[in-house]
């Protein structure tokens, strides 16, 4: 399954401000933390997309086809994924206590036009705020390599997990 737009225009800041002492901590604190944290296959999946990130790797294709190729390779192909929250564009939409480091989410994605578009989870930055740093590929030829972006995440109507 292809979403209709996986692209993003904008990209956020290296750095980000940690809301309980105004510390400024980094992307990769937050994901050195959510990896720390993660379950085994939660692990599996965020170390496989950082090595594909680190690479630069190319995919063929939309964010599907990226986030199913980083599950397939951290050995979750589609009868080792459990779908723990699933409906439609439209809502309703899950809770965010679902939400593991790892997930494949399917999202509105308000920073573009408002579209459908999926990622990796890997950790909130700003829960009260919905704001989630996430592994992001655009896909659809632009021939650039996926990373971590900051989306806020108030309209989630899939979530799929690993399982073994």
Same mark, same amino acid.
Not at 80 to 87: A, D, L, M, P, T
């Given at each position: 399954?292809?979403?209709?737009?996986? #692209?993003?225009?904008?990209?956020?800041?290296?750095?980000?401000?940690? =809301?309980?002492?105004?510390?400024?901590?980094?992307? $990769?604190?937050?994901?050195?933390? #959510?990896?720390?944290?993660?379950?085994?296959?939660?692990?599996?999946?965020?170390?496989?997309?950082?090595?594909?990130?680190?690479?630069?790797?190319?995919?063929?294709?939309?964010?599907?086809?990226?986030?199913? =190729?980083?599950?397939?390779?951290?050995?979750?192909?589609?009868?080792?994924?459990?779908?723990?929250?699933?409906?439609?564009?439209? &809502?309703?939409?899950?809770?965010?206590?679902?939400?593991?480091?790892?997930?494949?989410?399917?999202?509105?994605?308000?920073?573009?036009?408002?579209?459908?578009?999926?990622?990796?989870?890997?950790?909130?930055?700003?829960? $009260?705020?919905?704001?989630?740093?996430?592994?992001?590929?655009?896909?659809? &030829?632009? =021939?650039?390599?996926?990373?971590?972006?900051?989306?806020?995440?108030?309209?989630?109507?899939?979530?799929?997990?690993?399982?073994?």
């Amino acid at each position: 399954m292809n979403l209709a737009s996986c #692209a993003s225009v904008e990209k956020t800041h290296p750095k980000i401000t940690k =809301k309980e002492n105004q510390d400024v901590i980094s992307f $990769e604190e937050i994901i050195g933390l #959510a990896e720390a944290s993660a379950s085994t296959n939660g692990k599996k999946i965020l170390d496989i997309s950082k090595e594909m990130i680190l690479s630069r790797e190319i995919v063929v294709g939309g964010c599907w086809n990226y986030i199913n =190729k980083v599950y397939e390779r951290a050995g979750f192909s589609a009868q080792n994924r459990e779908v723990i929250f699933k409906s439609k564009l439209k &809502g309703p939409y899950s809770k965010d206590e679902l939400l593991q480091a790892g997930d494949w989410l399917y999202f509105v994605n308000h920073s573009y036009g408002e579209t459908e578009h999926s990622a990796i989870f890997v950790a909130w930055i700003d829960e $009260e705020k919905k704001e989630a740093l996430m592994v992001s590929y655009e896909g659809e &030829g632009r =021939k650039k390599p996926a990373y971590y972006k900051k989306y806020v995440l108030s309209n989630i109507y899939n979530i799929i997990r690993g399982r073994e």
